[in-house]
Structures are given as C-alpha cells and as structure tokens.
C-alpha cells in the first residue's frame, strides 16, 4: 500500500489500532461492516487490517464517494429524491442481527451540498433516513459494538482551513482530527483507556446524583431540561447489548443522557453554528414550553433550520443532553470542523429528534407509548447543537428542588 | 470532477454513455445498483451522471477495493474464509425483485491474489458463490436489465502490459478497451445497433437450424458438443425478463446456447490460458464421456484448475457454448486481458459450470430435475474457457446427422 499524503500517515496506523482495539474492541472471529467514502482508503485498508489482525472474521467494505451523492442532487428527477436503497438497509439490519460490528470512516466534506436546493437535500434525507430506520434503531439501541472515526479528505479539509492550499489544509485537519482523537501520544490505546476512566468518573456521579432537571445559563440561554425517568448517563466506553465494550465515537468527550421530552422550558441560543445537510445554520434561538420548541429563529440558514423542525413532531422536542467542559481539547482547538462527531465534543449540546434507549434504566425494549411514558422522544432525525460556552453555568435541580452546581465558568464546578 | 489519466477521458464520456444507453438501457426512473473499485471512479462517476441523464430513479453505489481483498486473504484466519456477506447478497436478490438495473465496472487486477494461497482463494469463493446464489440466479435467469463494462485499472494494466512503465500501461488498456467496445468511433450508440444486427442475425440463423449437436475440430481438439433440448441461441442485446432490452457485456462478440449437460464427448485443448481466481491455467487438455470431464490436464495452474472441476458436481460439465470468429477484433488484438469479459470475445469457448436458462425455451422457471431434463447444468462456477484457434473448424450435426458446416479456418462459414 502507498500512500502520497501531506501528513505523517504512522499517525494512521495509530488511529487505525485505536479505531479497532478500543473504538470497535472487534471480538474473536467478529464479522466488521466497513463503511465509508472511497476518499478515506487509506485509512479504511489500514482499519481492515488491523481488524484482521485482532482475529475479526470478515471485513465488509461498502465505499461511497461524494461525487455520486452531488450527481444525484445535480441531476435526479425530482420522484427519484423519495426513493431510497430499503433492501440494502434491510440487509444492514440484518448483518446487525447477526451481530456484525459496525465501523464508518468520515471523509466526506459536510457542506458538499450547500450550493444545491435545500428542499431536494432534504426530501432525499428524509427518504434516506426513513429506510435506514430499522438499521439506525440497532445503532441507537446500541444492539452491537460500533464506532465512528474520521480522515481527512480533502473537500472537507479545504472547508475547514480555507485559507490553506488543499495539501497544507489536509495536513492541517489531519492534525486536528488526530490530536482531537488522541492518537498523537505514544501509546493510544492506553491513552484512550485513560480517557475513559475519567469519562466514567463524571458519568458515575451524575447517575448518582439522580437529578430531576439541569438549569442552563448562559449569554442568550436560560434553559430547564427535565431529565427522562430512570434516565442514564452515559460516556466514553460502554457496553453495548452484544456484551462489547466499545467507543462508539473518536473522538468523544461528552457525557450525555435522555432528556425528558415533555419537561423542556426556557431559551436557548446556539453558541457554534450547526451544518446541516450542507447548510451553515448560524446564530439559532428557540424557546422551548413543555418541551417543545414553540419559536425558533437562525440568522443564517433559517429555512433549513425550521425544516428540520418540520420533519416530524419529534424533531421539536429533545433526545438528548450532552455536558462537555469548555475546557475540552477540540474547544481549545477553535476549530470548526462542520461535523458533529468533533463540533459535539466542543460544548455542551442538546440535539432535537430520537432519544438513545441505552441512557433509559431498562429502555432497550421500549417503543411507542412505553418510551413515551419515560419522556423518551422518537424522531426520523437526531441533530445536535452546541449551546455551552465559556460562561456556561449548570445546576443540577434534585427533586425536591434542591440545586447542585455541576458546571462554573464552563467547566466541571467540582 | 477532475481526473489526471494517461489517457483520453472523451473516451471515458463516450463509454459511459454507452454503457447506460446501450448496455443498461435504463428505463425512466428505474433504479440502479452500481459496483466496481474504487479506482474506477473515473467511469463510474460518469456512468452515474449518464443514468441520471437517461431518467433513473436512484443510482446506489457499493464500492470495493482490491487491497482489501487482498488483506482477507493475507491476514483473515482460516475459518474466516467460510464467512461471506450473505445479508449484503440477500439485499442485492431484493433489489433485483424490485426491478433495480445491474451495472458492473470491471477494474482490478484479475490476477491479484496470484501469490496468495491458491487453497484459501477458492475456500473464500466458494464461500462467496454460495452466499451470492440467490442473487447470482436471477442475473443468470435474465431477470432485470444488467450490464458489465471495465475500465482500465493500473495494476490489471502493469498485467496486461508487463513492459510498459504504469502510465503508458494504463493508456494501453484503455485504448484496447474502448477499441474492444467499440467506443473509439464517432457514435458509439449507432456502431452498437450495427453491431447488435449482426450478431442477431447468427443468432437467428443458428435457432432456424436446430442443431441437435455442434462437433469442433482444431488442433488437439475433437470435441462433439450436445446441444440442450429446446436451446435457444443468444447474442448481443437481448431482451430481460422485466422486457427491457440490454447488453449484458460490453465488450461482446459470440452467440451462445446451453449445451447438452451428458451429450458431450470427445477431447477438448485450451487455445489460450484462462485467469481463474489469480491462477494462470495454460495448456489445459481435457476428455469428455457422456457429458463429464474424466481426464484432465495442464501445463501450468493444472492444481486450480483440478480444485475448479472439484467445486461440485456441475463444474465437470458444460453451462455454455459459444462461437466467436478468429477475426472478431478482440482475437485480433493478440492482448491477452486475463479477464473473461475480453477473453473470451477472443475465441470460440466453452463453459464450465452454470448454465443460462435464457438459452432454454421456457427455460426461466426450470431448476432441479426440470432443468436437468432438457440437459441444462447446475453448478456454483461458470467458467469459460478458449477452445477457439484459426484452424478451428465446426460441423452443426441435424437430427438426422446431416452435415451443415458453421465455421471454416477459424472463422463462419458462409
Ligand atoms: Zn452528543
Ligand atoms: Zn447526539
Ligand atoms: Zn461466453
Ligand atoms: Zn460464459
């Protein structure tokens, strides 16, 4: 394998090992579906490698490419935006069943589409999402290991950095994303499983606290957010329902849990602006009342935001809260990387749309009306949006109504 | 879309357009399935774009990658290789119940695993074959309108040309395939109609006369070849089940019908090495009895070759037979491409293996003890083989054993 890359591709081979051993933990004689654009094979084939050499069984690519996914934009009818691959989700569901790892490399430029129609984009995505559903339930429900890493295509790069040449801006993201994925150190593994302790710690102390609701205050947000019943948090390494031990996310520095979808009041101000579906929505402000978001504007990109909210009634309302201290190293970066797997790990965030089950005391098998019941919120989408920052300040409320700090100055208060 | 190719991408459009057109002939907003490497992206790129043009529903792309492969097969452990996506391939049989079209670009190396272990080659494809079967079957059956066409991928072209530097290599293969398939020409659509007339009107001369068997003769072969009950010949563009008339392979020079799986006799020699699995198979001399191969040998790869008639019952006998003039511009070239979908427009071939209902009358429905009644082969593998020479001459025998002479010095007859 050669690679001609602007960057130090042994930090590759680092990110590989660390996607395979602790993103993945692929078991003994585990299949692995390898997803990604076809602009990420030089990490994809060191990924598959590695999972070889960790005694997985066989590893199934399936490789996209951005320029067929612009192609269909350009040039498909507009019927065609409805229609979706169902007998390929349904076969990916399947290979879950079969419990399958799951690895997707991100590569691909978040705004490549922001110059076409927003409605096509989202009429596609819409169709997408609904035949992928029963596919993305088994990720959500968190049924088998899976983990999401990133490499720096070029598209993207030249988003990112867009005062460098193409070569020094691949570089220059290849860097962020292998600092931010910690695997600039000697030992990455072990770096990792460092990490992950201290994750447990703060999550191990929210889930004993057992508050009722967090109070978020800062420039632009006064917000309650009513916790699920018999919520859960959760962060860094877990244990998905196969009984693997994985991280889902590289990188990840977020603890989070299922909101209640009910028991949502207050304003909120978007401290980092969100792409979504190749639109660049800046400066959101929603007010929430009993848990839905009844006024929502952005001072760029608004149609795309509010038609988001249109997707359907659980885009409204809250399936997840996520604490990450301002303090975190993809904060200090300052960099946007118009990808929620880095822009999450900046701040605190909430995200509209689907709950995840696992954050639910006893949630794996809960739909419907039971999932509801607990406050679990159900939504074709799951978008996250920042809204900590430097002066974030957050109480957890107990329900007797007592307040207990958790975040100062937008860190941890402890 | 920018591309820096040793060779002239006018071709690339004129092939593209081609395939969809001719090849496919996409049906307005039919969907298709489109695979091939990732290096072919130069093509399949375009080949997306056309079908879009052309008023198809939705292009889906699962793309692969010959390191890959070629990592299972280094890395993969023994019991790994039994292991095939058969969730993946049970999508694909979906699709194809759902009237999705097939479009296939040929691109890696056929001879890439040539230094891997021969055993676990054919362990993984025999695994594969099995998994694919449902799938398989109905591009065999002629269910939906598919097409299969190859771009020139560096390291097949360092195969094909093994004097040439990688550039001029790759230029060499990709002006022998647009030669081959006819797109070096003003209208490659309009050369393709021609093209399509001709070869329908062997075609239909060879169904008028019913042969009842076909008997070679060219230097170290005698071989008399059973001709199924109720054979129809094929050749060119022909109509799917689903009523859409497509090219299957592009390239394609031969008309061919289902033989006779237990009335074939005599002796049969290669007349050019055949690329199976990564093996180079020379000099390959085999004995019919009543349809089966009792002796066989080669000069070199004979262990492949034998592992191939062992894969099950069926690939000792014949799925097809297929006439192919010595002057048919592919055998002119003299370049040996080492994949099927050239070599075998290069020469007069045999099948070993899976026969195609389409050359059944009625042949769509018919498997198991039906099919093996009117003489149709059953078997995982198809593989042809080049019995074709320019001193090859062939006698239709009637019923009544009457005499009726289809080829002379290598090429037809009339
Ligand atoms: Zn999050
Ligand atoms: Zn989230
Ligand atoms: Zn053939
Ligand atoms: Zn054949």
Not at 112 to 128: I, K
Request: glycine residues 8%.
């Amino acid at each position: 394998m050669s690679d001609a890359l602007p960057f130090d591709t042994a930090l590759l081979d680092k990110l590989a090992e660390a996607v395979v051993r602790t993103g993945l933990n692929v078991s003994e004689g585990q299949n692995v579906f390898l997803t990604g654009s076809a602009e990420a094979l030089p990490l994809i084939r060191r990924v598959a490698r590695e999972a070889y050499k960790a005694g997985a069984g066989i590893v199934v690519p399936v490789l996209s490419d951005e320029d067929l996914t612009r192609a269909r934009m350009e040039l498909a009818r507009d019927e065609a935006l409805d229609a979706a691959p169902a007998w390929l989700y349904q076969g990916v569901a399947q290979a879950f069943e079969d419990n399958w790892a799951r690895c997707h490399i991100a590569a691909d430029n978040p705004m490549a589409l922001a110059d076409q129609d927003p409605a096509r984009v989202a009429r596609a995505a819409r169709a997408n999402s609904k035949a992928y559903k029963p596919a993305m339930a088994k990720i959500a429900n968190f049924e088998i290991n899976w983990s999401i890493a990133a490499y720096p295509g070029r598209a993207w790069a030249e988003q990112v950095f867009p005062d460098l040449d193409a070569d020094a801006a691949q570089a220059a993201l290849a860097q962020a994303i292998f600092k931010a994925s910690r695997v600039d150190v000697e030992d990455p593994v072990a770096a990792w499983a460092e990490h992950n302790v201290e994750l447990a710690r703060r999550r191990d102390w929210l889930n004993a606290q057992r508050f009722d609701a967090l109070h978020f205050r800062s420039e632009g947000t006064d917000l309650t957010v009513g916790l699920a019943d018999g919520h859960l948090w959760a962060g860094g390494a877990a244990e998905a329902k196969n009984g693997i031990v994985c991280n889902p996310n590289m990188p990840t520095e977020e603890v989070f849990t299922t909101p209640h979808k009910m028991r949502v009041s207050g304003r909120a101000r978007a401290s980092k602006p969100l792409a979504y579906q190749g639109t660049l929505i800046d400066g959101i402000e929603v007010v929430f009342e009993d848990g839905r978001i009844t006024e929502a504007r952005a001072s760029r990109g608004e149609q795309a935001f509010l038609n988001l909210l249109d997707t359907d009634e659980g885009a409204r309302r809250l399936g997840e809260v996520a604490l990450v201290p301002h303090a975190s190293p993809i904060s200090q970066s300052g960099v946007l990387f118009y990808n929620t797997l880095f822009d999450e790990n900046a701040a605190c965030h909430i995200a509209l749309g689907n709950c995840y089950t696992e954050c639910l005391e006893d949630g794996g098998a809960l739909t419907g009306d039971a999932l509801a019941a607990r406050g679990g919120n159900e939504s074709l989408v799951h978008v996250d949006w920042m809204i900590g920052a430097k002066d974030t300040e957050i109480d957890g409320i107990a329900a007797d109504g007592t307040r207990v700090p958790v975040f100062r100055g937008g860190n941890w208060a402890d």
